[in-house]
C-alpha cells in the first residue's frame, strides 16, 4: 500500500505564503489522483485541491486563486502552494487518493498531516 506523507506546515501571517509537500511512497503513476484535505478545529474535513495523472485539478472555491497544485513525478511528491492566506486557511491539513479529483471518498488511510496556522 502506497504511503503518503506531509510537511511543510508552520505559522504565518495573514497575507503569508506556504508550499506544503506530499511524498508518496512509489511512483505517481501508481496513484490515479492525489488530494490535499484540510480539517479545522469543530469543522468537516474538506478537500481543498487534487490532481490526477492526466493533468485534471479540482479546487475549492475557497482557495481558488491562491492555492495551487502541482506534482513532481521525478521525486514522488505532490506540492499545494499556498499564497494570501488568511486565518481561515488555518487547519491540518493532509493528503490522500481520492478516487477522481471531485470525490469525496478516498483510498488509503489518513497520516498525521501538517499543521498551518495563519495568525499575526
Known amino acids: 500500500q502506497v504511503r503518503l506523507v506531509e510537511s511543510g506546515g508552520g505559522l504565518v501571517q495573514p497575507g503569508g505564503s506556504l508550499r506544503l509537500s506530499c511524498a508518496a511512497s512509489r511512483s505517481l503513476f501508481s496513484i490515479n489522483a492525489v488530494g490535499w484535505y484540510r480539517q479545522a478545529p469543530g469543522k468537516v474535513r474538506e478537500l481543498v485541491a487534487a490532481i490526477d495523472n492526466d493533468g485534471r485539478i479540482n479546487y475549492a472555491d475557497s482557495v481558488k486563486g491562491r492555492f495551487t497544485i502541482s506534482r513532481d513525478n521525478t521525486k514522488n511528491t505532490v506540492y499545494l502552494e499556498m499564497n494570501s492566506l488568511k486565518p481561515e486557511d488555518t487547519a491540518v491539513y493532509l493528503c490522500?487518493?481520492?478516487?477522481?479529483?471531485?470525490?469525496?471518498?478516498?483510498?488509503?488511510?489518513w497520516g498525521q498531516g501538517t499543521q498551518v496556522t495563519v495568525s499575526v
Open positions: 490522500n487518493r481520492p478516487w477522481d479529483v471531485y470525490s469525496d471518498y478516498v483510498s488509503g488511510p
